[in-house]
């Protein structure tokens, strides 16, 4: 990676998923960091910022009911560690592979961990926040319309909140299949008769395998 950026702070969120790892490798490739002033106390840095579940979430269940009018409010010390001790080994996996992506390039002294516990849309946003970030990188997972109605996308809502520019890397099939429904679309509203619709865009369809 050359010199002559104008970042001072790119934060890249990151879990175990390879669309997250692309996105890294993208902004690694990409984007510059700013040479050190010489009487700066902050380097600039690639933050590789991951978001681990609390036990509540990462398991989505509960202990069970203390019985015979016991207290209710008690958790279970052993299997609040157990749980906790598994999220931190996943953390662990998913930063030794960014770390790992990050040892294939020229980056010594410039990239940096940040691990918080929390909701991940919310704590991506606030790491921008308080990292004072130029630009937040992410990459984007394929959900299909229920579970998204349910979890919603954080790449969606930290590019409506975070206070810094987002980029969003996507996969090349992701953009394939946006483009050919617009082009499916259009050709609906340009030839009424189905037949010469169908027609059409198996034409184009031909023609972008031999592009």
């Not at 970042?7 to 040479?35: F, H, I, T």
């Amino acid at each position: 990676m050359s010199s002559g950026g104008n970042l001072s702070c790119v934060v890249v969120a990151v879990d175990g998923s390879e669309e997250s790892m692309k996105a890294l490798r993208w902004a690694l490739n990409n984007l510059k960091l700013r040479s050190p002033a010489p009487d700066s106390t902050h380097a600039p840095s690639f933050v590789i910022f991951h978001v681990q579940s609390p036990p509540s979430i990462a398991t989505g269940l509960n202990p069970g009911a203390i019985p015979f009018g016991g207290p209710s409010d008690i958790e279970v010390p052993a299997f609040t560690a157990a749980i906790e001790a598994h999220q931190k080994r996943i953390t662990n996996a998913v930063l030794d592979h960014a770390l790992g992506i990050c040892s294939q390039f020229n980056l010594t002294g410039k990239v940096k961990t940040h691990v918080v516990v929390g909701d991940p849309k919310e704590k991506i946003c606030e790491a921008a926040q308080d990292l004072h970030a130029d630009v937040l990188v992410m990459g984007s997972r394929q959900f299909g319309p229920i579970k998204r109605m349910f979890l919603g996308s954080v790449s969606n809502y930290c590019a409506h909140n975070a206070p810094c520019p987002v980029i969003i890397i996507k996969e090349k099939d992701q953009c394939c299949t946006l483009t050919l429904k617009l082009v499916y679309y259009l050709l609906c509203q340009c030839c009424p008769d189905p037949a010469t619709t169908s027609a059409s865009f198996h034409f184009l369809w031909t023609m972008l395998l031999c592009v």
